[in-house]
């Protein structure tokens, strides 16, 4: 373990790191990590292109700001080049911005396709938002590998688990993640609530409370649960809706709040792999 006689566990890296964290392997390049870097970048655009050959266009159309004609000029040129708010996609910039330059088209027959559903189309949002994901997952490793050298030096020991594979583990499976990181007791627990809640919401919606393509921002928040989200887009999400259930918006309600929480179970598994190196101490805690 890692003990400093003054550390300051909140001083941050800065906003050039924050900043190069939305181009995957920019971070292990800076590092002299270039085999990683470049499995970085190919991995988050081959999973962004997997995805993006089934939606297409439709990705303008979960944008949070759709950009149709009526929009101003500056957000349909932001829309051109992949800048809209399409989350989690965002955070795979190269990839977003290389798909929207290729799909774009701001004709009214163009719009009209944005609007259109797609086979497949739920596997393919989630295929394009989990690019973001695993960009955000390499963007994590490349902050505490900074962290890890400011911080720790030469010498720092290794951690228990990497951080980062351990948030990503989380929102795949939530619970695996602080398995990973030996608390496997925890990880049990926190991972049956949050499968208990998205399950829920799926129960009492008949299966319809998860589809990117009826609730899109509120698909956001339920992505952050991967696990349930895959199952969604690959078992519930394409079922046929003929009249919408009289609890759909309590089942959408419960998915989004799974999500949320497995976020916290996210961010608790990258902490406790960060404490093994650098271990907060109880005055730090309480003060």
């Known amino acids: 373990m890692v003990m400093r006689s003054n550390p300051d566990p909140s001083r941050g890296l800065g906003w050039d790191v924050f900043?190069?964290?939305?181009?995957?392997?920019?971070?292990q390049f800076h590092l002299g990590q270039k085999s990683r870097a470049?499995?970085?970048?190919?991995?988050?655009?081959?999973?962004?292109?997997?995805?993006?050959?089934?939606?297409?266009?439709?990705?303008?159309?979960?944008?949070?700001?759709?950009?149709?004609?009526?929009?101003?000029?500056?957000?349909?040129?932001?829309?051109?080049?992949?800048?809209?708010?399409?989350?989690?996609?965002?955070?795979?910039?190269?990839?977003n911005a290389i798909g929207a330059l290729l799909a774009w088209d701001g004709s009214p027959s163009g719009e009209r396709l944005w609007r259109l559903p797609r086979a497949m189309e739920h596997l393919g949002g989630f295929l394009t938002a989990a690019s973001g994901m695993l960009a955000a997952f390499w963007s994590a490793a490349g902050h505490w590998d900074l962290r890890r050298r400011r911080d720790g030096g030469d010498d720092a020991p290794a951690p228990i688990a990497n951080p980062a594979l351990c948030a990503?583990?989380?929102?795949?499976?939530?619970g695996l993640g602080h398995a990973r990181a030996g608390q496997k007791d925890k990880g049990l627990l926190l991972g049956a609530a949050v499968l208990a809640v998205f399950a829920l919401g799926l129960l009492v919606s008949h299966g319809h409370a998860c589809d990117r393509a009826t609730a899109?921002?509120?698909?956001?928040?339920?992505?952050?649960?991967?696990?349930?989200?895959?199952?969604?887009?690959?078992?519930?999400?394409?079922?046929?809706m003929e009249s919408a259930p009289e609890h759909l918006s309590l089942g959408v309600v419960l998915c989004t709040v799974s999500g949320l929480m497995n976020l916290v179970v996210m961010v608790d598994a990258f902490s406790v792999a960060e404490r093994s190196v650098f271990p907060v101490k109880l005055s730090e805690a309480t003060s």
């Open 38 to 95: 470049i499995l970085a970048l190919v991995s988050c655009l081959a999973l962004f292109f997997a995805g993006w050959v089934m939606v297409g266009e439709r990705l303008f159309y979960w944008a949070l700001v759709t950009p149709d004609e009526s929009g101003s000029p500056a957000l349909r040129f932001a829309a051109r080049y992949g800048l809209l708010l399409t989350l989690p996609e965002l955070l795979n910039l190269p990839g």
């Open 168 to 174: 990503g583990l989380s929102w795949l499976v939530p």
């Open 216 to 240: 899109s921002v509120w698909w956001i928040g339920q992505n952050l649960c991967g696990g349930g989200s895959l199952f969604a887009a690959l078992i519930t999400g394409p079922l046929h």
């Open 19 to 27: 900043l190069a964290g939305f181009v995957p392997g920019l971070m």
